[in-house]
T-cell receptor, first 114, second 110 residues
């Protein structure tokens, strides 16, 4: 079974530019989560989709972040315009509704804003 | 106070040793608990779910103490390949986000 995949693996952009991250969850997993790890800090929750609906976006830092999951399959996370403090590793995780907290993580996208 | 706290370590232990990590959580409403393993520059990988009755998987044993609000991970007969950062995570209920600790770094030395 294919795991969670994320693209790109790395992205280096300048402050003020836009970046879009993509996550493909495990097939059949209705739950999709975005997390972020900033250097030296713990992994923190950003938002949660159930199928195509945003279930919880309480962790989104501000309105420069926009997440979508059209059709309930893959998800994108867009940062526009990027700021220096947005640098970090963005992880996507998915889980089956029946075992919701057993989340499986993708390899992450390492974002560097210069 | 952080919601989930772990001793960052590092724990440096010889091969074959037994090592234990604790993780405390502050939210008594937390219902589900997990241990993840994270290798350097890799994603967290689910190691074990932690149940009230405790659970064991080979050399790994996880325990939950609700009264004292902590979970533990015991690794017996440590292998070099066990070297990694171990993350503890809690969730309020099914299908909710995980709250992570910062992780405990383990180095197993030959």
């Amino acid at each position: 079974e294919a795991g969670v995949t994320q693209f790109p693996s790395h992205s280096v952009i300048e402050k003020g530019q836009t970046v879009t991250l993509r996550c493909d969850p495990i097939s059949g997993h209705d739950n999709l989560y975005w997390y972020r790890r900033v250097m030296g800090k713990e992994i923190k929750f950003l938002l949660h989709f159930v199928k195509e609906s945003k279930q919880d976006e309480s962790g989104m830092p501000n309105n420069r972040f926009l997440a979508e999951r059209t059709g309930g399959t893959y998800s994108t996370l867009k940062v526009q315009p990027a700021e220096l403090e947005d640098s970090g590793v963005y992880f996507c995780a998915s889980s089956h509704l029946a075992r919701g907290n057993e989340q499986y993580f993708g390899p992450g996208t390492r974002l560097t804003v210069t | 106070r952080k919601e989930v706290e772990q001793d960052p370590g590092p724990f440096n232990v010889p091969e074959g040793a037994t090592v234990a990590f604790n993780c405390t959580y502050s939210n008594s409403a937390s219902q589900s608990f997990f241990w993840y393993r994270q290798d350097c520059r890799k994603e967290p990988k689910l190691l074990m779910s932690v149940y009230s009755s405790g659970n064991e998987d080979g050399r790994f044993t996880a325990q939950l103490n609700r009264a004292s609000q902590y979970i533990s991970l015991l690794i017996r007969d440590s292998k070099l390949s066990d070297s990694a950062t171990y993350l503890c995570a809690a969730a309020y209920s099914g299908n909710t986000p995980l709250v992570f600790g910062k992780g405990t770094r383990l180095s197993v030395i030959a």
